[in-house]
């Protein structure tokens, strides 16, 4: 069976769709594949450019630095992920070949049941994460923009509140085009960047839930032959009329080479995502350190505007 048209017809089609639509589906042809890094690199890094121009433009301003510090983080994370998936490409391709090989060999009625269930569990959850992950994308760009819709006459008029404030967008950019004439376009692209930036990684993630959910089957599977292994007959060896003690040793053979495949699997697991798990991890941390530190600033200016004499003798309130 082609295995493609055995992922389209499987429990792990979720991940079949998403690592095509970013380019990550190792079964494609080479210029396809190409074609969809071009767009991406042309559409994302532009936009990561785009937002390196603006984080320049308020160098000067410490608060609105530290303000584009996350975004900008983020998609450095992002970037680096994606470049260290076309890297890991030909492990991910192994990883979905021994999915294939592991489903279409022959098995216990039970033991398939029990494998169904574990892919099935990995499809709902996987289509549950998908949803929540990016619909909360599509959630705050919608906030942003009636952040902008909702603006008054007076409001835009006037410019001496912040000259560097950007309403209607995620992030400070700078695409040096005139903000607001041009507004729509540079919502739509810094949209596309953003809902990008969360995509990349809930494919990444769908596919480790796939990979993960596959990894319980094989080990429940493998444990359901060993609590059976005097009543199971083991076609494998082409025996059907076996004694209690062969049919004994032939299914604990059986079990360990299905033990040892999924030690492997696990393994290769493992090396293909220990790094960019730990350069996901680590710029998060960052992140929200960065983010903790806005907060903690904004409370120290509500408290010292709520109140005039909180902050006298040069103390500084906490």
């Known amino acids: ?22 380019g990550l589906w190792p079964f494609h042809t080479k210029i396809k594949r190409y074609v969809i890094y071009f767009a991406l690199v042309l559409i994302i890094g532009s936009g990561f450019i785009f ?121 400070r950019v700078n695409y040096v085009i005139d903000f607001d004439k041009y507004y729509a376009i540079i919502f739509i692209h810094t949209t596309f960047c953003i809902v990008w930036y969360v995509f990349l990684p809930v494919t990444l993630d769908v596919l480790y839930i796939t990979l993960i959910e596959h990894c319980r089957g094989m080990f429940a599977a493998v444990k359901y032959r060993l609590e059976n292994a005097l009543l199971l007959e083991n076609d494998n060896y082409g025996s059907t009329k076996t004694s209690t003690r062969n049919k004994f040793y032939l299914n604990m053979v059986y079990s360990i080479r299905r033990h040892t495949e999924t030690i492997q699997f696990l393994n290769l697991i493992n090396s293909a995502y220990s790094p960019p798990l730990f350069m996901h991890m680590g710029g998060m941390m960052l992140g929200l350190g960065i983010v903790e530190y806005q907060v903690r600033k904004l409370l120290i200016l509500a408290r010292k505007y709520s109140n005039p004499h909180i902050m006298q003798n040069g103390i500084t309130c906490r």
């Open 1 to 22: 069976m082609d295995i493609d048209q055995f992922f389209q017809n499987s429990h792990y089609n979720i991940s079949r769709i998403l690592l095509s639509i970013n």
């Open 51 to 171: 937002q390196v121009m603006g984080a320049i433009e308020v160098r000067e301003d410490s608060f609105e630095i530290i303000d584009t510090l996350p975004f900008l983080l983020l998609g450095i994370v992002v970037i680096c992920k994606m470049m260290f998936a076309v890297y890991m490409l030909p492990k991910i391709k192994l990883l979905l070949i021994k999915i294939q090989e592991y489903s279409l060999i022959s098995k216990s009625n039970e033991e398939h049941k029990i494998h169904n269930l574990h892919a099935m569990f990995g499809r709902n959850l996987s289509y549950a994460y998908t949803y929540i992950v990016l619909g909360h994308s599509i959630l705050f760009n919608v906030a942003t923009l009636l952040t902008r819709l909702m603006r008054t006459k007076g409001e835009k008029n006037d410019t001496s509140s912040n000259e560097h404030t950007q309403v209607g967008v995620a992030y």
